[in-house]
DNA sequence: AGAATTTCCTGCTATAAAGCAGTTTTTTAC
DNA sequence: GTAAAAAACTGCTTTATAGCAGGAAATTCT
C-alpha cells in the first residue's frame, strides 16, 4: 500500500534515499500499520525492535511523568520519525511512548533491517545523524524555554509553534488538542492554560470554533514573547 | 601533539575509528587548541566553521537566556563532542556557546574535512548518529525533569548528574562550579540554589569545603527524587 | 599580604503558579 | 437523540519560587 517509491512524503529520508538500489530488499520488509485516533503504538520501557514512520496522520511522543502528568516531547506527522533510535542505539528499550493523535497509518522497519542499511549507505546514515542533530538542537532550544518562560509566555509559544508545524485554515489551527495535551507540552497544569486561552479570547488574539484554535493575531502574540526568540535559530 | 592513534580517550567517536587507514589524510588536518579557565571558544550565533572535541579539561555548553540568564544546555569531558552540528547540518551558525571550566585543551576539525569522512566511512557516521541520538534522549529526559520536578529536585539531580558525570575524590565532586552555574543548569536562581545547598548541608547530607561540594548520603539525595526516576533510562 | 572584586549567603517581601471544588459545556457512545 | 462521560471553565486558596537588599566570606589581582 503505502510504497516508498511513489511515496507523497518527499521529506521522509526512506523517501529521499528509495531510489538506490541497495535500499530494494530493504523496502520489501516494511510494514504498514494502521492506528485509530488515541491509541497507543510505542508504550515507553517496552523492548524496542524498529522505527516508526508516520506515514499520514499526526502524532504526539510522551514521557511518563509523575501522577497523571505526562511531558509530551515533540509531535510527528507526515514522513517523521517516531520512536527515536529504535532499538539500534546504545538502549534496547524505548524511552517514550507514542500516541496517535487521528487515525493515522505508520511505516515500520525493524532495528536489524535498519542498522544493516545504515552501515551499507553512508548518504543515508548521514541523513539520520542530521535529523538527530537538528532534533537535539531543537530539543536543547526547548530545554532553555522551559527554564526560563514564564507558563504565559509557554502557551503562546505552542500556540505559535502548532501553527508553524501543522498550518491553519481559515484561522484555525490544523490540529486538535486537549487542554491537557497543551499542559503537557506547554509544561504547565490543564488550568493554566484554560486561563491563559481564555485571556487571549477575550484580548481578541484568538479564536475558538469548539474544539479549535485559531490564532487571530500572529505578529502580537510573537512580540510577547519576543525577548526569548532572539536567537539565530529560536 | 594530541595524537588521535595514541589518545588515551578511548570514547572518543575518532579515536574509536582512527585505525581506518581512510582517516589518515584527515587526522593531518586536526587543530589543537589551548584554552584558558573562564574562557569562550564558540559564540552562539557565528558562523560554524567546523567541530571542537575536549581533549582534556572540562567545559560547559550554553544558550543564551534573556536578561543575565543563560541555560547550561550540557558538560562535555574529554573525548566528547562540542559544537554539535559545526556547521554541517541545516543550520550554518552555532546555536550555543562554549566556555572552558578549566584550562582545557581542544581538538578541532573542519566541516568541509568532517562531511567528507563523514559521506565515505559508515561506521563512523553511525557512531556519529548513535551519539547524536543518545544525547537528543538525554534532552528529552531533561525537557521532562524541567517540566515536572520542584527547584529543590532539580537541584538535587543535578549535584547526582555531576557525581555521575565527573565522579568525586574524598566525597568532594571533581569539578568546580560556580552557584550561578548550578543555578543555570537546573533552571532557577542563585539564591535558590544557595537556599537549598545550605538546607542539604545542615541536614548533613551535602558537605562543602571551600567552594568544592561533596556528596555525603547519595542514597538518600536520590530517594528524594525517586519519583522521577522510575523510568528504563532516567 | 592587603585591597578590590566577586561570590556566597540570609531574611524579608512580592509574585507567579498550582491545587481544589463546583459548574457548564462539549464530545462520545448507545 | 439522549444519556453518560469527558473536557473545559471559573473563583478562591495555598504554595512554591523569584526578587531585592545588605552583609559575610572567599577569591583574585597587584
Redesign the pocket.
Known amino acids: 500500500m503505502a510504497d516508498c517509491i511513489t511515496c507523497k512524503n518527499k521529506n521522509c529520508l526512506i523517501n529521499k534515499n528509495s531510489s538506490d538500489p541497495r535500499l530494494a530488499d530493504f523496502l520489501k520488509n516494511k510494514h504498514t500499520i494502521r492506528c485509530k485516533k488515541s491509541q497507543q503504538f510505542i508504550m515507553e520501557g517496552t523492548p524496542a525492535h524498529g522505527l516508526f514512520f508516520a506515514y499520514e496522520g499526526k502524532v504526539k511522543v510522551v514521557k511518563t511523568g509523575v501522577n497523571d502528568r505526562e511531558q509530551i516531547v515533540r509531535f510527528a506527522k507526515d514522513g517523521e520519525i517516531i520512536g527515536h533510535r529504535g532499538g539500534f542505539g546504545s538502549s534496547k528499550y524505548y524511552s517514550i511512548s507514542a500516541q496517535a493523535l487521528e487515525d493515522s497509518t505508520l511505516c515500520y522497519f525493524s532495528k536489524e533491517d535498519l542498522k544493516n542499511i545504515l552501515l551499507n549507505i553512508p548518504k543515508l546514515t548521514f541523513d539520520f545523524m542530521l535529523f538527530y542533530a537538528d532534533e537535539l538542537s531543537e530539543s536543547e532550544t526547548r530545554v532553555r524555554k522551559l527554564a526560563q518562560m514564564?507558563?504565559?509566555e509557554r502557551v503562546i509559544d505552542t500556540l505559535l509553534f502548532m501553527d508553524t508545524k501543522f498550518g491553519s485554515t481559515d484561522h484555525l489551527l490544523n490540529i486538535s488538542l486537549?487542554?491537557?495535551d497543551y499542559a503537557d507540552y506547554s509544561g504547565?497544569?490543564?488550568?493554566?492554560v484554560?486561563?491563559i486561552?481564555?485571556t487571549l479570547k477575550k484580548e481578541g488574539l484568538l479564536n475558538?470554533k469548539?474544539?479549535k484554535l485559531g490564532i487571530l493575531d500572529f505578529e502580537t502574540l510573537q512580540n510577547e514573547i519576543s525577548k526569548h526568540t532572539f536567537s539565530p535559530n529560536s
Open positions: 514564564s507558563v504565559k486537549s487542554r491537557k504547565t497544569t490543564e488550568e493554566q484554560i486561563r486561552l481564555s475558538a469548539g474544539r
